[in-house]
Antibody, heavy 117, light 107 residues
Framework: QVHLQQWGAGLLKPSETLSLTCGVY????????WSWIRQPPGKGLEWIGE???????NYNPSLKSRVTISEDTSKNEFSLKLSSVTAADTAVYYC???????????WGQGTLVTVSS | DIQMTQSPSSLSASVGDRVTITCQAS??????LHWYQQKPGKAPKLLIY???NLVIGVPSRFSGSGSGTQFTFTVSVLQPEDIATYYC?????????FGGGTKVEIK
């Protein structure tokens, strides 16, 4: 049973860099692909990107120029960095794994990140 | 990007009613579609995978069907605990995309 715990700064100013980490407990880190998904308040879900166990990444083209997803396999953690944030990046950010069919059956608790001057 | 058009965006139904939500893909995605339930303040929960397969432990009143571009999600007998927003998600190609959501309320 995989358990995910997220942490990171919840309040940012415009132009700063969002940084979140997701710790993976109770499962095989190497057996999954690790995604970040976000949800603006009152709106729908947006897939940000993913990293797999070999370190290969896929990003949503709409965010690709600003996104970096990385992993630390020694700590069973993966991270999201989103640069040059604006108010449009205000959202709840979730980490979630899938085992190859992009079915997200485990989710982190979600982190509300607010961008405000 | 593949666009996922979900309808209706909201609905109000009585306990015991049959509820149907549709999801249309902008191109053929075979059966590469999942359905999620999201309750306020919670992360989404996977209910149906690969268009029609029920996740273990999910009540059998939930079902999914369809392939290609047209998909349907059904709650056969609506229960009070089914109040939530439901999303479809395609995984035929990256970027993964979600439908806009259907908010289900009790009449």
């Amino acid at each position: 049973q995989v358990h995910l715990q997220q942490w990171g700064a919840g309040l940012l100013k415009p132009s700063e860099t969002l940084s979140l980490t997701c710790g993976v407990y109770g499962g095989s880190f190497s057996g999954y692909y690790w995604s970040w998904i976000r949800q603006p308040p009152g709106k729908g879900l947006e897939w940000i990107g993913e990293i797999n166990h070999s370190g290969s990444t896929n990003y949503n083209p709409s965010l690709k120029s600003r996104v970096t997803i990385s992993e630390d396999t020694s700590k069973n953690e993966f991270s999201l960095k989103l640069s040059s944030v604006t108010a449009a990046d205000t959202a709840v950010y979730y980490c979630a794994p899938h085992s190859g069919t992009y079915a997200f059956d485990y989710w982190g608790q979600g982190t509300l990140v607010t961008v405000s001057s | 990007d593949i666009q996922m058009t979900q309808s209706p965006s909201s609905l109000s139904a009585s306990v015991g009613d049959r509820v149907t939500i549709t999801c249309q893909a902008s191109q053929d995605i075979s059966n590469c579609l999942h359905w999620y339930q999201q309750k306020p303040g919670k992360a989404p929960k996977l209910l149906i995978y690969d268009a029609s397969n029920l996740v273990i432990g999910v009540p059998s009143r939930f079902s999914g069907s369809g392939s290609g571009t047209q998909f349907t999600f059904t709650v056969s007998v609506l229960q009070p605990e089914d109040i939530a927003t439901y999303y479809c998600q395609q995984y035929d190609s990256v970027p993964l995309t979600f439908g806009g959501g259907t908010k289900v309320e009790i009449k």
